[in-house]
Nanobody
Framework: QVQLVESGGGLVQAGDSLRLSCTAS????????VAWFRQGPGTEREFVAA????????YYTDSVRGRFTISRDNAKATVTLQMNSLKPEDTAVYYC???????????????????WGQGTQVTVSS
């Protein structure tokens, strides 16, 4: 069965850094586009970052561009989100997602992704 498992969340202060990891199993990871989404208290799930299966293109929502970096290691079937200069508004449950056949225009759309992790909590205090 396909599984995506996130780790690395925690409680930090504004300005601190965290690195989230998501390890996949049960799929040919190198063929999948991967993404991070987040959902804060009382908010809808929103796109954070993504990259195509090639690993040559990255995409970010405006609020994290320049602070967050998405990367992947196909040999380890892992996608990472390095989060720097964290802000209280980054507080959310962070989810990784993967899909093998989405088109570029759908890369920021949660409904386009077939597989999801269980989420990891990130809390940033002011």
């Amino acid at each position: 069965q396909v599984q995506l498992v996130e780790s690395g969340g925690g409680l930090v202060q504004a300005g601190d850094s965290l690195r989230l990891s998501c390890t996949a199993s049960g799929l040919t990871f190198r063929r999948y586009s991967v993404a991070w989404f987040r959902q804060g208290p009382g908010t809808e799930r929103e796109f954070v970052a993504a990259m195509r299966s090639s690993g040559g293109h990255t995409y970010y929502t405006d609020s994290v561009r320049g602070r967050f970096t998405i990367s992947r290691d196909n040999a380890k079937a892992t996608v990472t989100l390095q989060m720097n200069s964290l802000k209280p508004e980054d507080t959310a449950v962070y989810y990784c997602a993967a899909d093998s056949g989405l088109i570029l225009s759908s890369i920021r759309s949660a409904v386009a992704y077939d597989y999801w992790g269980q989420g990891t909590q990130v809390t940033v205090s002011s």
